[in-house]
């Protein structure tokens, strides 16, 4: 799970793509103040991450949690 922590441009959100291929965009969360998502993480067809730099006098501030159910 991670939540964006902080105001910043809608693009610095995580983008998901299909199977480790950064021109097949799966879907691109927008960076918004308290908002984020839950993903599974165990599926081999799907990538993630932030493909640009931070802007400068700017940051990226989350919370990104690991939930490990029993």
Not at 6 to 34: A, C, V
Request: with cysteine; proline share 6%; glycine share 6%.
């Amino acid at each position: 799970m991670q939540i964006y922590l902080n105001k910043g441009p809608k693009e610095m959100g995580t983008k998901f793509y299909h199977k480790n291929n950064i021109d097949s965009l799966r879907y691109d969360f927008p960076y918004r103040l308290n908002c984020g998502y839950i993903m599974i993480n165990n599926n081999e067809n799907q990538w993630h991450g932030f493909p640009l730099k931070v802007p400068n006098h700017t940051y990226r501030l989350s919370a990104y949690t690991y939930l490990h159910i029993v």
